[in-house]
């Protein structure tokens, strides 16, 4: 039995993803491709276990990581005191 190959398209329908995410997935080896005449294919059982396994837990974790790294406030400066404006402040 041979392998089903699906196109970029197939797979941009089958995982509800945008090209550049597509692109980021392959480029991060978390999606197995293969380049048949310059163009990339995926083999229909690599789609089927990324599908299953997207979920995981591990992943998951990863992803609150990085959105909580994203939103994470810069701590201030703990010796540095709040400016204030007085009159000094200004030149004439």
């Keep these: 039995m041979e392998p089903e190959w699906l196109t970029e ?4 329908k ?4 945008s090209r550049q995410t597509l692109y980021n997935l392959r480029m ?3 999606l197995p491709f293969f380049k ?6 995926y083999l229909t059982a690599d789609i089927d276990a990324f ?3 997207r979920n995981t837990p591990q992943l998951q974790n ?3 990581s990085k959105i909580q790294s994203e939103h994470k406030k810069p701590e201030s400066e703990p010796n540095k005191k709040p ?6 402040d200004y030149f004439i």
């Design 9 to 12: 398209a197939e797979v941009l």
């Design 14 to 17: 089958i995982l509800k993803v």
């Design 28 to 30: 991060t080896n978390r």
């Design 36 to 41: 048949v005449g310059g163009r990339c294919r």
């Design 51 to 53: 599908v299953l396994n």
């Design 62 to 64: 990863q992803a609150e």
């Design 83 to 88: 400016s204030s404006s007085s009159d000094d």
